[in-house]
C-alpha cells in the first residue's frame, strides 16, 4: 500500500508542477507582493524605523518569507478547487490511484513552488544588502523551518480547497494569513507597541518562529523562541492534517 501511495504520489507531483511550469507566471505573482513589500519597508518606511544595531532589511527578511509562503499557498488551493470543481477530482477517484496521493501531489508542488518563490526573494534582498555570516548548519535549519511552515500552511489551504464554492471563497481565506506578521515581531519591535497588541504580538506563532529565522542568521542564541517556533510548526502541521484528511473523507464518502 506504501508503493502505491508513494508512486501514485510522484506521478500525481509530476502532474501538478507540469501545470506550474507552463504557467510561471504564479510563481512570480506570489513573489512579486512580497519583493513589492520588502522595497517599500525598506526604502520608505525603512529610516524611519528604530529596530537597532544592523541593516533593515536582515531584520525585515524573516517576516516577508513568511508572508511569500501565505501569498503562495492560496495558489494551492486554487490548483485543488480548481481540480473539483472541473469533474478531474472525480475522475481520479474512479481509477486505482492510493486516494491520499490526490492531496499530497498539490502539497509537494506547493512545497516546491514557494521554495522558488523564497529564493526570488532573497535574491531580491540579497540585491538590496542583506547580508549574513550564517554557517551551513544554520540555514539548513532556516531552510527546514520554512518547510514545515509551508507544509502546515498547505495543509490548512486543503481544506478550502476542497469545500469552496467559489474562487472568490477559495482565495479568500489566505489573507489573515498575509497579514499576520504584520501584528508580530516581523516590522518593528513588539516592545513598541500598545499592552493588549503588544500582549497579542508575543503570544502568536509568526513572532516566535520570525525571531527564530532571524537569530539563526544573525547567528545569536535561539532561546526559547527556537523550540516554540518548533512547536508552532510542528502542531499547526498536525492539526492541519488531520482537518484536511477528515474534510477529504467526507468529500469522497
Not at 22 to 47: K, Q
Not at 117 to 139: D, E, H, Q
Not at 145 to 161: C, K
Not at 213 to 229: E, M, S, V
Request: with cysteine; net charge positive; proline share 4%.
Amino acid at each position: 500500500m506504501t508503493s502505491y501511495l508513494v508512486g501514485d504520489t510522484v506521478v500525481l507531483t509530476k502532474r501538478s508542477l507540469r501545470h506550474v511550469l507552463r504557467s510561471p507566471d504564479t510563481i512570480v505573482t506570489t513573489a512579486i507582493t512580497p519583493v513589492a513589500m520588502l522595497l517599500l519597508f525598506v526604502y520608505v518606511f525603512g529610516g524611519s524605523i528604530k529596530t537597532g544595531d544592523g541593516k533593515y532589511v536582515n531584520y525585515l527578511l524573516p517576516g516577508i518569507l513568511l508572508i511569500t509562503v501565505a501569498s503562495g499557498i492560496a495558489y494551492t488551493a486554487f490548483r485543488l478547487f480548481t481540480d473539483v470543481s472541473g469533474g478531474i477530482f472525480e475522475r481520479f477517484q474512479s481509477m486505482p490511484i492510493a486516494r491520499p496521493a490526490l492531496l499530497w501531489g498539490h502539497v509537494l508542488t506547493s512545497v516546491v513552488a514557494n521554495l522558488i518563490s523564497l529564493a526570488l526573494v532573497i535574491l531580491v534582498a540579497l540585491a538590496m544588502g542583506f547580508r549574513t555570516g550564517a554557517s551551513v548548519l544554520a540555514w539548513l535549519a532556516v531552510l527546514a523551518i520554512l518547510v514545515l511552515f509551508t507544509l502546515a500552511l498547505t495543509w490548512l489551504a486543503v481544506i478550502p480547497g476542497l469545500t469552496a464554492k467559489s474562487v472568490d471563497g477559495v482565495s479568500g481565506f489566505s489573507y489573515p494569513l498575509i497579514f499576520l506578521p504584520f501584528v508580530s515581531s516581523a516590522f518593528v519591535r513588539t516592545s513598541t507597541m500598545p499592552a493588549p497588541v503588544r500582549w497579542f504580538a508575543q503570544h502568536q506563532p509568526m513572532t516566535s518562529i520570525v525571531n527564530t529565522l532571524r537569530n539563526l542568521y544573525a547567528q545569536r542564541a535561539l532561546g526559547h523562541d527556537g523550540w516554540l517556533a518548533v512547536v508552532w510548526c510542528v502542531g499547526l502541521l498536525l492539526i492541519a492534517y488531520a482537518l484536511a484528511m477528515v474534510t477529504f473523507r467526507r468529500r469522497v464518502a
